[in-house]
């Protein structure tokens, strides 16, 4: 089976930054791949190499095995980039019907709307939407042509809970009836609740790529808090640690484990608090500590 997406060896450089460094990732289709990072990491560079949107320095990008910049092989291609500009003068049920016409088959205009809980706004404006309205039209949009691969740049920022959570629905919908998904988030949240495989890009290298349970057991990490002016940072178990004047807080694996360890070592502390990781403090540590070996070591 052809891949939806096959990055092989991507370089792509912004004057002196390196935005992606000899990036690989191949997706087969059928698969919904989250791509995580924080900012500046290079999610939005691969995306537009993806879309044929840029050209890569070095390496090659197909989409559906041909050469994204072929307008030919992005006919089955549907993207949100991370800002869209709508006309402001034009209706919202008007901007899918023209995007639609550039299609042999789009979806409905009215079936669509519905979809995205849009049905009602038809006839307003885009330019007096709001900015989750605006989002998720955007969306929308993106699967009038009924792509086979879809590109999501951050679909949900700036999107209230009620409202991400509906975009979520479209996009496992759309992942159901066999299409291809490549979303970029900072969040984790976002990733855990869609992707089958996470990749996790900074500084433009993929330091994780892996399953979503596999990349969750990286981040299992629970936070152990508490003041002292010892080094109960430098005790066996500690994954990550942090100081904020005499508060010290450790990341750990096994927090019961930690806090044994840290009771024989007679150091001194007061005011221990142990609580699960957030999911952007477990994944800030995943980018800090790259993937480790079933050995223990750091690769
Ligand atoms: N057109 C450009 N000109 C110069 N530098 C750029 C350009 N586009 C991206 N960069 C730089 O390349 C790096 C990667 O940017 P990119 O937008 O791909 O990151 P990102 O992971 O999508 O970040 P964010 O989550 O903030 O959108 C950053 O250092 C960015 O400043």
Do not use: C
């Amino acid at each position: 089976m052809t891949s939806a997406v096959t990055v092989t060896g991507v370089t792509r450089r912004f004057g002196p930054v390196v935005a992606l460094d000899d990036v690989s990732l191949e997706v087969p289709a059928g698969q919904l791949v989250g791509v995580l990072g924080p900012n500046g990491a290079g999610k939005s560079t691969l995306l537009s190499l993806v879309s044929g949107r840029r050209r890569p320095d070095a390496g090659t990008v197909l989409l559906e095995g041909r050469d994204p910049r072929d307008p030919v092989a992005r006919q089955g291609l549907g993207l949100t980039p991370q800002e869209t500009g709508l006309p402001p003068t034009l209706r919202v049920g008007e901007v899918v019907d023209f995007v639609g016409a550039h299609f042999a088959d789009p979806v409905p205009t009215a079936s669509l709307l519905a979809d995205f809980d849009l049905a009602d706004l038809a006839r307003r404006q885009t330019g007096s939407l709001s900015g989750g309205q605006k989002r998720r039209l955007a969306v929308a949009l993106a699967l009038v042509g009924r792509p086979r691969v879809l590109l999501l740049d951050e679909p949900t920022t700036g999107l209230d809970v009620d409202a991400r959570h509906a975009l979520w629905d479209a996009v496992r919908g759309y992942h159901r009836s066999g299409g291809t998904v490549l979303l970029t988030s900072h969040y984790l949240e976002e990733v855990q609740a869609l992707a089958e495989r996470v990749v996790v890009i900074d500084r433009g290298v993929v330091v994780g790529d892996d399953s979503l349970a596999g990349i969750l057991a990286r981040v299992d990490v629970q936070r152990v808090t508490m003041t002292s002016d010892d080094d109960v940072d430098e005790l066996d178990g500690v994954v990550s640690a942090e100081r904020d004047g005499d508060r010290r807080t450790v990341l750990t694996r096994d927090a019961d484990a930690y806090v044994r360890t840290l009771v024989r070592s007679g150091l001194r502390f007061h005011g221990l608090e142990v609580r699960g990781a957030t999911l952007e403090e477990a994944f800030a540590h995943v980018v800090a500590a790259p993937a480790t070996t079933p050995e223990g070591t750091r690769r």
